[in-house]
């Protein structure tokens, strides 16, 4: 199973994480462990801000989420409850990943023991 066309598709929208009319995306909406298995740190981090600005009284709703696809609203729901939640063990509200640091980018950061961070990662290709 493979992606389509995202933009080719009726009620397209770049905000949505997963899109209707996708197979894959359907696929992982069906199955959400196949989403978060998948997910990039990038598209966690949209997928988890998502949750919070369509369900959060402080999240400003349609205006900031526009239309949200069928296959994403299993996706953020469960987003959603886990910041309830955190939010209840006293981590606010705020739509933003609960940790330390940014999210690394697959393959660009690389943790540092010795510092105890992440870093940019040394490319010695060229």
Known sequence: ???VY???QPNYDERQVLHD???ECLHRSADPVMFFAHADN???ARAWK???DWKASKGGGYEVTGDLSHAELPILNILWGIQVCLERAGVP???KLPVPAPMPTPGAWVYDHEKGQYVPEERTDG
């Open 42 to 44: 990038h598209t966690f």
């Open 93 to 95: 509200l705020t739509g």
């Open 6 to 8: 995202h933009e080719a």
């Open 50 to 52: 998502r949750a919070f």
């Open 1 to 3: 199973m493979s992606h």
């Open 21 to 23: 009319g996708c197979p």
